[in-house]
């Protein structure tokens, strides 16, 4: 069946995508074990379950020729010291790529592959990040604002969490004298 053309807005500011089909919440107790500092983790839980990000998706069919649509705004924030971040993922098809597109407050794109080969690229409003085919990716907000950013990838991509759930990312971002610094991630094995 022919679909037919249609526009949205999107708020550079806000992120708000307008109209969108589905709001996803990710709560610290969605994240269980991704940050380092489990103890920070545990203390935080006992008294609240902040909102660690939202990405708003335009539903679009999952397939090979369609784009899938979102926006995320990642709060500013940090567990123990280790900043507020996505997930992560790989493709469930792993041979398609994704682009970012950074609109308001400023983090770090961290994106490996499966064999533990590591890359971080600084992004700000304006900056295009573009991530091949094969490379798992997540987002960082190293500012103390709302990080915001727009996300276009192919129909048929898809979601893997499992590995980056089992072992993290290679390398963790966390506040030094007030400063960001990339450390080993001392949870990450090779396969
Ligand atoms: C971006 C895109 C989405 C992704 C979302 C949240 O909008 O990459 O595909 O779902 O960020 O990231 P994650 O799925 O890693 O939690
Ligand atoms: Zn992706």
Redesign the pocket.
Known sequence: MLMKPFSLNLNFKTGDLLPHDRT?I?RLSDMKGMFYDSKSEQQILEKENPII?S?S?KILPEENGHL?L???RILPGKIGNEYYM????YHKRPDTS?V?LGLEGEGWLLIQTEKGEFESIQIRPGTIAYIPPYWG???VNTGSVPFV???V?PGD?G?N?GD?ERTGFVKILVEREGKPVLIDNPRWKKE
């Open positions: 996803n990710r990000y990405f998706e899938q979102a926006t995320t996505t997930k992560g993922h994704e970012y990716h997540r987002m950013f727009f996300a990838y991509a979601h969490y980056i």
